[in-house]
């Protein structure tokens, strides 16, 4: 069974300019999750998915990032503009129904310069 | 929201010892609490996880434990190996949604 996959696994940038990453989460996984996680800290939540519906936003930055999961499979997230501060590993995750347990991609790792 | 705090930060341990990291949580109705594993540059992988109906799991030489009234659980490692050497994170789940909230990790060093 393939796992969790995400795209780019490496992204530099500068700042104020776009950037977006994807994910297709587990076959079957009706939630998918993305998280962020900084250097030497446990992942945190910013969006999560139930099928089509994003059920839990409230950690997202929404003035400068944005989230789809258009057909309830693979998912994008966009920051928009890009600042120093959103260098981060980006996760994204899956689950077959919320409650249960989590299987994470590989991450994309983004450095703002 | 739920509060995950995670001790020791660091842990050395000569090979072949055990190994405990402790975490508690603050929100009594959470019912999942999964523990995951990440080596360096790599994603996180579950590696046991327990349920609220269950005080104690085992896996080889993997335990969890869970105190629901003192609201703690922790990870037991034992006989360790150089290739337990990573970080690892405890998570608690259940009220409010659903939303898996991490603690802050242990890095766990197993000296040969």
């Known amino acids: 069974e393939a796992g969790v996959v995400q795209s780019p696994r490496y992204k530099i940038i500068e700042k104020k300019q776009p950037v977006a990453f994807w994910c297709n989460p587990i076959s079957g996984h009706n939630t998918l999750y993305w998280y962020l996680q900084n250097l030497g800290q446990g992942p945190e939540l910013l969006i999560r998915?139930?099928?089509?519906?994003?059920?839990?936003d409230s950690q997202l930055p929404k003035d400068r990032f944005s989230a789809e999961r258009l057909k309830g499979v693979d998912s994008t997230l966009k920051i928009q503009p890009a600042e120093l501060g959103d260098s981060a590993v980006y996760l994204c995750?899956?689950?077959?129904?919320?409650?249960?347990?989590?299987?994470f991609g590989p991450g994309t790792r983004l450095t703002v310069l | 929201g739920e509060n995950v705090e995670q001790h020791p930060s660091t842990l050395s341990v000569q090979e072949g010892d055990s190994a405990v990291i402790k975490c508690t949580y603050s929100?009594?109705?959470?019912?999942?609490f999964p523990w995951y594993k990440q080596e360096l540059g790599k994603r996180p992988q579950l590696i046991i996880d327990?349920?609220?109906?269950?005080g104690e799991k085992k896996d080889q030489r993997i335990a969890v434990t869970l105190n629901k009234t003192a609201k703690h659980f922790s990870l037991h490692i034992t006989e360790t190996q150089p290739e337990d050497s990573a970080v690892y994170f405890c998570a608690a789940s259940g009220a409010a949604g659903n939303k898996l909230t991490f603690g802050g990790g242990t890095r766990v060093l197993v000296k040969p």
């Open positions: 929100d009594s109705a959470s019912n999942y």
């Open positions: 995750a899956s689950s077959l129904d919320p409650g249960l347990a989590l299987f």
């Open positions: 327990i349920r609220s109906n269950v």
């Open positions: 998915y139930e099928n089509e519906e994003a059920v839990d």
